[in-house]
């Protein structure tokens, strides 16, 4: 017969073990790094840091006014890639505006979507939502010269310049963006699901945060 004394050991290794699993269960995995190019050429010996940590790309004082996206490009010329990264800018925040915007209300309603609803911001949203991107501004550029190999897991043999711009926008400017796109979205659906739409989205321009 167990003692008191080794029923409580064996409790308490059940709770380390069940502590332990759980803990390794909400580790994520590594996740694998795939290099399928030669670096030709480079714009700046280190990889900025700002491309992982957009916010280190400014300065601190700005940092609690602004909200910050990377924008990237890939093309055969290396001003075209330029031109073309910093023109993305807004269609990025454009995107991620959208896709809170989905992601907020698909937690609101909880598996109870409407249809046309989730549609119309997975085909529209974020294509009229650049409309509203006002005061969005590049404050700094990254390039990297490419050659893609087939042996190495590309999909051709193709020499690329891929470019990186950081991207601002003032915190006011983000919201005014978001509310202007919620109000997009709910005069373009069904009335019928619209109440129901606009409560799950209350205040959504209070609660920004970049999709993962």
């Known amino acids: 017969m167990f003692s008191i004394k080794s029923l409580v050991m064996c409790l308490?290794?059940?709770?380390?073990?069940?502590?332990?699993?759980?803990?390794?269960?909400?580790?994520?995995?590594?996740?694998?790094?795939?290099?399928?190019?030669?670096?030709?050429?480079?714009?700046?010996?280190?990889?900025?840091?700002?491309?992982?940590?957009?916010?280190?790309?400014?300065?601190?004082?700005?940092?609690?006014?602004?909200?910050?996206?990377?924008?990237?490009?890939s093309q055969k010329n290396k001003r075209l890639c330029q031109r073309s990264s910093s023109a993305r800018a807004s269609a990025e925040?454009?995107?991620?505006?959208?896709?809170?915007?989905?992601?907020?209300?698909?937690?609101?309603?909880?598996?109870?979507?409407?249809?046309?609803?989730?549609?119309?911001?997975?085909e529209q949203l974020a294509q009229e939502s650049q409309s509203f991107v006002i005061g969005a501004r590049v404050v700094q550029k990254y390039w990297e010269k490419r050659k893609y190999r087939e042996e190495l897991g590309a999909e051709k043999n193709e020499i690329l310049y891929t470019c990186f711009?950081?991207?601002?926008?003032?915190?006011?400017?983000?919201?005014?963006?978001?509310?202007?796109?919620?109000?997009?979205?709910?005069?373009?659906?069904?009335?019928?699901?619209?109440?129901k739409t606009e409560d799950a989205l209350k205040y959504v321009e209070k609660k920004f945060e970049k999709p993962e």
Do not use: H
């Not at 714009?43 to 700005?62: M, Q």
């Not at 915190?171 to 109000?183: F, G, V, W």
């Open 12 to 73: 308490c290794l059940l709770l380390v073990a069940g502590c332990g699993s759980s803990s390794k269960d909400k580790e994520k995995p590594d996740r694998e790094r795939k290099i399928t190019y030669d670096l030709l050429d480079f714009s700046d010996a280190k990889i900025p840091g700002w491309i992982d940590e957009p916010e280190s790309g400014d300065k601190k004082a700005n940092q609690k006014k602004y909200e910050y996206f990377i924008a990237e490009s």
């Open 93 to 122: 925040i454009a995107r991620q505006i959208a896709q809170f915007i989905k992601n907020s209300y698909a937690e609101s309603v909880q598996g109870g979507e409407d249809e046309g609803v989730t549609e119309y911001m997975q």
């Open 165 to 195: 711009s950081l991207v601002k926008i003032g915190k006011s400017n983000l919201e005014k963006a978001i509310r202007n796109s919620r109000a997009k979205l709910l005069t373009s659906i069904d009335p019928e699901v619209k109440k």
